[in-house]
């Protein structure tokens, strides 16, 4: 199997070479480990980033809604290439709620900026926000994709049963040049189907750290890309056991690619 996957990987490499595209965080030539391995046949299942990139953009529906009854709506809109991010908040009772009205945030390649009702702010506290939402939002969008990029550790944690499905566990890290924490995740790989489930997750900017969330997934198809659009989490232990708290919900509707966006909608 590796030796045929490794030769997929330079197949592909070779063709985007001849398409003047280079797709670094697509290309390995040899895998780590097991769980190296498997993470790079899940993202193939799903739609690696070579696939996603050549949608160039989307557009989408995204609402976050907490068990309190509030709830952050937006429209997001993405350029795959550079990463540029936008999204018009309206309500958003959980990001910035003490500012009355729509709000939008951007990331035009260099620089975060926030509007409200049109009118550019510029206070730190409200622009930390925004420079954590944006790059978030993209993340959690590409997030299997970029699960192939450089700079990540995997670690073949081993085999569970979960509700009578069989699933291999694979631990995910960053690179840090300092002793700063990094974030964590622990994908559980359904056998059956290569997919993931659900996996175990923290944010260390957000203060999660030594008690992870576990996120649950389900899957819808769109153009050729399977794409987790419902998601709901909470609080969890390492053994994926969970409180009884409520679950947050994240939900994604009305995928639209190739949108022809312009770079412009980005910038401040």
């Known amino acids: 199997m590796k030796l045929s996957l490794i030769a997929l990987i330079i197949i592909n490499a070779l063709l985007m070479s001849c398409n003047g595209k280079d797709q670094s965080t697509e290309i390995e030539t040899t895998f780590q480990n097991k769980g190296h391995e498997l993470v790079y046949e899940m993202v193939q299942k799903v739609g690696n980033y070579a696939t996603l990139a050549k949608h160039k953009d989307v557009v ?36 910035l709620a003490n500012l009355e009205g729509p709000i939008e945030q951007g990331y035009d390649g260099k620089e975060y900026w926030l509007k409200h009702k049109g009118k550019v702010i510029t206070d730190t506290t409200s622009l930390k926000r925004v420079t954590f939402n944006r790059p978030t939002n993209f993340y959690w969008f590409t997030m299997f994709q970029k699960l192939l990029d450089p700079g990540l550790n995997y670690e073949y944690i ?38 993931v489930d659900q996996f175990l997750f923290t944010v260390v900017d957000a203060g ?28 969890s232990t390492w053994e994926a056991e969970v409180t009884d708290e409520p679950w947050i919900t994240v939900d994604w509707s009305n995928i639209k690619f190739n949108n022809d966006l312009s770079r412009e909608l980005f910038k401040k």
């Open 60 to 95: 989408y529906s995204y609402k976050y809604q907490t068990p309190d009854g509030k709830a952050d709506i937006s429209t997001e809109k993405y350029i795959f290439d550079g990463e540029l991010s936008y999204g018009a908040y309206q309500p958003h009772e959980r990001t």
């Open 158 to 195: 081993g085999e569970k049963m979960i509700k009578d499905n069989a699933y291999d566990i694979v631990k995910i890290t960053f690179e840090s040049a300092t002793d700063k924490p990094t974030d964590i995740y622990q994908v559980y790989i359904n056998k059956d189907t290569k997919m």
């Open 208 to 235: 999660v750290i030594e008690t992870p969330m576990l996120m649950e997934l389900e899957y819808e198809q769109i153009d050729n890309l399977l794409i987790p659009t419902k998601r709901r989490y909470k609080k």
